[in-house]
């Protein structure tokens, strides 16, 4: 799930954050630096830039790979992913293992970026959280994964953190974010699917209501949604939403009936029963609806939604009708190849910047 809070705009890009200021395709030979660096990263180091994710996270072996950055003291790093570590975005030189993290803070470095993946890993929950407090003045993007505990705690403070990105087994703090992060856009939380029968993601059933209270000026939410009752809490609570993109889940597919069409136009089930295709567009939508439903969220400027076989997933000219073409200020319509008639489609042609996605019948669910 993705929540994005503020006035800008943010591009997910999962594969790594680590930049460049040229692409080389991977046949290419690649200019090598002036100073003497290690043999083993000659075809890693562009203009100065690490990019350990260029190696496809297998660089012989952790330890080697520490080795082998002792030994590299005069690369002035921009950019250093480290999976089991790191990602700096200021020049920094030296060890990156995890016992020099105390160090670190103690050295004065300050950094702006910090990726700490928790797998496999010995460091205590008081050597990351003095490290934290080190850097609270200029972390601008804090990623944690499978992280083991609450570390972040509201005696922390930071100023500058403008993303925040949990991923794994996450556990959602309480505290108040307008205290702790007083400038953040982005708050990203990323569970892994081998999590999904925990007792405690099951059962919060408070998890909008909380984001709408801490985010209230949030504009943008990407999620999978893996049953009905979680869509209809969106609708419910979540109305000032201005982008929405979603992934429907196994829950959605292959349903019989018309429960899909339903909970997104609030119609009951029974009232869109046996009615044919040509009925919805052109008789006007009953005035008295049973559920929430999307027309709900008025302020909606961008609808993306994809489902697993999305053509056998019974989204129909009913929800084109009854609930895509209600939205007043919907701009842009992204959708999967979902049963919906050609009539139905032209008609939303004529409203939306429309995008029919290919179809790609094992595409992986968004995130």
């Known amino acids: 799930m993705m929540t994005h809070h503020g006035s800008h705009t943010f591009k997910y890009i999962p594969s790594t954050w680590s930049k460049c200021k040229k692409s080389h395709p991977p046949t290419t030979k690649r200019p090598r630096m002036e100073s003497s660096v290690h043999p083993l990263l000659m075809d890693h180091v562009i203009e100065a830039v690490f990019d350990y994710a ?31 570590g790191f990602v700096l975005y200021k020049p920094f030189r030296g060890d990156f293992s995890y016992d020099r993290l105390e160090s670190f803070g103690l050295q004065n470095v300050l950094l702006e970026s910090l990726n700490v993946d928790f797998r496999n890993s010995p460091v205590s929950t008081s050597s990351l959280v003095t490290f934290l407090e080190s850097q609270q003045r200029t972390l601008r993007d804090l990623q944690l994964i499978e992280c083991p505990v609450r570390i972040v ?48 993601l099951n059962s919060d059933s408070q998890i909008f209501q909380r984001i709408s209270k801490n985010f209230p000026r949030l504009n943008k939410l990407q999620l999978n949604v893996d049953s009905f009752a979680v869509l209809k809490e969106i609708f ?55 559920e929430p439903s999307l027309s709900n969220m008025q302020k909606l400027k961008s609808l993306k939604i994809v489902a697993f076989q999305a053509d056998e997933v019974k989204l129909t000219d009913v929800t084109v009708y009854y609930g895509f073409l209600k939205m007043r200020s919907l701009k842009h319509l992204t959708l999967d190849v979902f049963p919906i008639s050609e009539n139905a489609i032209e008609s939303l042609r004529k409203y939306y910047n429309l995008t029919i996605l290919p179809d790609r019948r094992h595409r992986a669910f968004c995130g």
């Open 54 to 84: 260029a190696l496809g996270n297998n660089f012989l072996s952790t330890a080697r790979f520490i080795e082998v950055m002792q030994n590299c003291d005069d690369i002035p790093f921009k950019s250093f992913k480290f999976t089991g």
């Open 153 to 200: 705690r509201d005696t922390l403070h930071f100023p500058c953190l403008m993303r925040l990105r949990i991923e794994g087994r996450a556990i959602l703090p309480c505290f108040p974010f307008k205290k702790v992060f007083p400038i953040l856009e982005t708050f990203e939380v990323v569970f892994y699917w081998i999590y999904q029968e925990d007792k405690w």
């Open 236 to 290: 419910k609570i979540m109305k000032a939403i201005e982008e929405l993109e979603m992934s429907l889940g196994l829950e959605f597919w292959r349903k019989s009936g018309n429960e899909v069409d339903s909970v997104f136009t609030g119609l009951p089930e029974e009232y869109i029963a046996n009615k044919s295709a040509s009925f919805f567009s052109c008789t006007d939508m009953p005035t008295t609806l049973h």
